[in-house]
């Protein structure tokens, strides 16, 4: 029965029951100590800076008529995603750590991988659509970007959840909570998919890898091959003078494409470990690995795939300086009213510098019939 518990499965359906019995008891106290009190408060800190950091974002977003484009709707959406994980699945995941047994119900057993896959599809997906869109913006300039961008934005953004809403949809129906006899002791577990049915797990397990990591992140490459090969172009064929205008909106096109490709290599870097441990389980649903190693990895994977809830905002932190000069404002807003209303200083810096770019971002690239950008 071991066997079955130890096949810890994508979504986090099973408890960690027993996990530290085969290992030496040299070793016993300290792996109990990790797996009780370190691995949760690394959990707590997860969820701690990542609602400051998808809160904060989703609110300078919404507040900021300047920030509301198209780059950053998909963004906002991302973070929405990330939010909807980091109060439902990564608490439920911690606890799995101070319980032998799963305890949270049948409701719980079939609702909680749901809304993991969901935040999993609404994550690649959407981004995904973010490098189809610097795609556009960048190899097909021409391309008019019409007063009803931000609209079909929006609708884009509510297909992608509703797409992955169904696409989890298999979760709800084939989780069911067991009671399982082990050593003369009944206890409960959450199980992703029936224990007679071993192809169950393998089709599962490859399923997952292509639809939510392997084809998107395939498609995603195939965009940004497109975006590089023309921005060596574009740098080769460039006039020897050019505006300063034109320089800037080149920038701000190649800045944002970066941001999202730094925006795909976090989630392919949290999530394929737990891809690939996932998979390796599911082909070898009846052979027990209890070597200390594989906890480890088994451990880090969990916590590396909650991590991608969470680094998103520091990203758009560290590459962004519109996003960057919003942040810290909001978190100092309580204290920046009093030195902007000086009568010496009717204006102040900063809102000089917002008036600036609210005039200067939602500028035209060659010609009239280009897309417009508005930068993060």
């Not at 990564?90 to 719980?108: K, M, S």
């Not at 800045?255 to 392919?268: N, S, T």
Request: charged fraction near 15%; aromatic fraction near 10%.
């Amino acid at each position: 029965m071991e066997d079955i518990l130890d096949n810890l499965s994508f979504t986090g359906h099973s408890v960690l029951y027993n996990l530290t019995d085969d290992w030496i008891p040299d070793g016993r106290e300290t792996i109990e100590f990790i797996i009780r009190y370190v691995i949760p408060t690394v959990y707590i800190l997860i969820i701690t800076i990542g609602l400051l950091g998808n809160i904060t974002l989703v609110k300078i977003f919404i507040t900021n008529s300047a920030m509301r484009s198209v780059p950053n709707i998909f963004i906002s959406s991302l973070a929405a995603g990330d939010l909807l994980l980091l109060v439902t699945c990564v608490p439920v995941d911690a606890f799995r750590y101070f319980f032998e047994e799963w305890i949270f119900g049948i409701a719980a057993c079939k609702l909680v991988p749901v809304i993991q896959l969901t935040s999993v599809g609404v994550s690649v997906f959407t981004l995904t659509a973010l490098s189809a869109d610097r795609y556009k913006a960048i190899v097909n300039p021409m391309d008019i970007q019409t007063s009803s961008a931000v609209f079909w934005t929006c609708l884009k953004a509510v297909s992608i959840w509703m797409i992955s809403v169904l696409l989890a949809v298999p979760e709800a129906i084939f989780s069911q909570v067991v009671h399982i006899q082990d050593k003369n002791v009944t206890f409960t577990a959450c199980v992703p998919y029936p224990l007679s049915n071993e192809m169950h797990p393998k089709i599962h397990s490859v399923l997952i890898f292509l639809v939510y990591f392997l084809i998107p992140l395939g498609i995603i490459s195939v965009y940004y091959y497109h975006i590089a090969r023309t921005l060596v172009k574009s740098a080769h064929d460039m006039p020897g003078e050019i505006s300063e205008h034109t320089k800037r909106q080149m920038e701000t096109r190649k800045r944002l494409a970066k941001i999202v490709l730094v925006f795909v290599g976090l989630f392919a870097l949290c999530w394929f470990p737990n891809h690939i441990l996932y998979m390796y389980r599911s082909f070898n649903y009846r052979q027990i690995d209890s070597s200390l190693s594989h906890l480890i990895l088994t451990l880090l994977a969990r916590v590396l795939s909650f991590s991608s809830s969470c680094v998103n905002p520091f990203a758009l932190y560290m590459l962004s300086e519109s996003f960057r000069r919003h942040f810290n404002g909001s978190l100092q807003c309580r204290r920046k009213p009093r030195h902007e209303r000086s009568p010496s200083q009717p204006q102040s810096t900063s809102a000089i510098r917002m008036t600036s770019i609210k005039k200067t971002t939602p500028t035209v690239i060659n010609g009239p019939g280009s897309r417009q950008e508005v930068s993060l």
